[in-house]
């Protein structure tokens, strides 16, 4: 059985940092892209970052470009979403998101997602 399990979510004041963590298990990921999106109460499902499974490919949001980045250990089936600067807009569930393809990282056509971590930005 596929898991995606998120970790490092929490509550933290405007300007400060958090590490998302995003654990792979029950399949070979050989080939997958990764990446996060995020929902806000009342908003749709976004697209935040995303990396090839070589990393030779990364997309961001407009709106985290510079201040989140991605990365990946493909050793430990493990990706990271590093996350500065933090406003309350950044205020959401952050999901982790797994695909065959490389092609539209920006899409929400990702084949497995985890259940979820929340971040909590206040101001």
């Known amino acids: 059985q596929v898991q995606l399990v998120e970790s490092g979510g929490g509550s933290v004041q405007a300007g400060g940092s958090l590490r998302l963590s995003c654990a792979a298990s029950?399949?070979?990921?050989?080939?997958?892209?990764m990446g996060w999106f995020r929902q806000a109460p009342g908003k749709e499902r976004e697209f935040v970052a995303a990396?090839?499974?070589?990393?030779?490919?990364?997309a961001y949001a407009d709106s985290v470009k510079g201040r989140f980045t991605i990365s990946r250990d493909n050793a430990k089936n493990t990706r990271y979403l590093e996350m500065n600067s933090l406003t309350p807009e950044d205020t959401a569930v952050y999901y982790c998101?797994?695909?065959?393809?490389?092609?539209?990282?920006?899409?929400?056509?990702?084949?497995?997602w985890g259940q979820g971590t929340q971040v909590t930005v206040s101001s």
């Open positions: 998101v797994a695909k065959k393809s490389s092609a539209g990282l920006t899409r929400l056509d990702y084949d497995y």
């Open positions: 990396v090839s499974w070589g990393g030779s490919r990364t």
């Open positions: 029950g399949r070979t990921f050989i080939g997958y892209a």
